[in-house]
């Protein structure tokens, strides 16, 4: 019996300091939790929304989590006017928190901890010809191509240039939007480290979709094709990206561009077989043209007719809309 009673002590014992290994949030004398213990995110100024963890030694009824107001103000419970966080480090506003908490004759001599919770003050955006469009929030150093490998890479369509965007004050201190434009070839090739942004949340980025031409007529591969290297495309590479000719093409081609006004197109005549026979110099195409080859046997086909097969019009809209504003 004697050695039973001593067994199950024991067993219970590893029980009790089996119990205590277990992590829980450590606390203080007064058993406030203290939040900076527990908190793993890297340090960077407070900003609004952001969950905040404030610690006071000694004094429970004080140690809270506070969300941080849209005007950037924390209220503590005693403190008499609230507490300006945004834009400060926890170690400053901790000191803000140790003086409002004396004047207000709260605590004689309090020690105060304040850590971040929770992020929501610094999102980044990234959206357009990625993989995997997101929002996360931005917290220790975050480069462009890290946002770029968070959204998986881009996609096979993506544009030549990538759009950053942040808000900013202007000259007169009025908010604005600062717009920067990245070359995609350059940022990959690491050609130029300084397009490498810094990100300091609050950015959107934008990939667009790369110009499409859309080739039609007397070719063994009809359809719309991406221009992904960055440089206008040209009669030439629209041939070879739609196969070449049929055996019985017009000499003549036509490009249909888009006029000024974004209203209607203009017919552009062109000396295909001379092209060819490189009798004529190769023809410049840009993002939304209609190259058409019509047959050498067949009639003209009219341009209403050429858009409706090739699926075109109002689906042409984004691709002006940015290229159009270059």
């Not at 006017?81 to 506003?93: E, I």
């Not at 039609?216 to 719309?224: C, E, P, T």
């Not at 094709?225 to 041939?239: H, Q, R």
């Not at 019509?294 to 409706?308: H, I, R, V």
């Given at each position: 019996m004697k050695r039973m009673a001593v067994a199950i002590l024991g067993l219970a014992a590893a029980v009790v300091a089996s119990a205590q290994q277990d992590p829980v949030p450590p606390h203080d004398a007064a058993g406030a939790t203290t939040f900076s213990d527990v908190s793993n995110l890297p340090v960077v100024k407070i900003g609004n929304d952001d969950l905040i963890g404030v610690t006071v030694y000694d004094a429970p009824e004080l140690t809270r989590t506070v969300?941080?107001?849209?005007?950037?103000?924390?209220?503590?419970?005693?403190?008499?006017?609230?507490?300006?966080?945004?834009?400060?480090?926890?170690?400053?506003?901790?000191?803000?928190?140790?003086?409002?908490?004396?004047?207000?004759?709260?605590?004689?001599?309090p020690v105060v901890t304040v850590s971040i919770v929770e992020y929501r003050s610094h999102p980044i955006t990234v959206v357009g010809a990625v993989k995997v469009p997101l929002t996360f929030q931005a917290a220790g150093n975050v480069t462009l191509l890290d946002a770029i490998s968070r959204a998986q890479g881009l996609a096979d369509n993506a544009g030549s240039e990538i759009l950053v965007s942040r808000q900013a004050p202007d000259a007169n201190g009025k908010p604005a939007t600062l717009l920067q434009r990245i070359p995609v070839r350059s940022l990959l090739d690491g050609a130029n480290p300084s397009l490498n942004l810094s990100l300091q949340g609050g950015e959107v980025i934008r990939v667009p979709e790369a110009g499409r031409?859309?080739?039609?007529?007397?070719?063994?591969?009809?359809?719309?094709?991406?221009?992904?290297?960055?440089?206008?495309?040209?009669?030439?590479?629209?041939?070879?990206?739609?196969?070449?000719?049929d055996s019985f093409s017009s000499h003549k081609a036509y490009i249909y561009r888009t006029d000024d006004a974004g209203e209607g197109r203009n017919e552009i005549p062109i000396e295909l077989k001379k092209i060819m026979d490189r009798k004529s110099p190769d023809v410049a195409l840009v993002a939304g043209d209609i190259l058409?080859?019509?047959?050498?046997?067949?009639?003209?086909?009219?341009?209403?007719?050429?858009?409706?097969?090739?699926?075109?019009?109002?689906?042409l809209g984004a691709a002006f809309i940015y290229y159009g504003t270059r």
């Open positions: 969300r941080v107001s849209a005007e950037g103000d924390i209220s503590l419970p005693m403190v008499k006017q609230p507490l300006h966080a945004a834009g400060l480090y926890p170690a400053d506003l901790e000191k803000v928190i140790t003086t409002a908490l004396t004047e207000d004759h709260v605590l004689v001599d031409i859309f080739v039609v007529g007397d070719v063994k591969k009809s359809g719309a094709f991406y221009i992904t290297d960055g440089s206008n495309s040209s009669v030439l590479k629209a041939l070879a990206l739609s196969e070449g000719l058409y080859i019509p047959s050498a046997n067949g009639a003209k086909a009219s341009l209403k007719t050429l858009e409706t097969s090739l699926g075109i019009g109002t689906a």
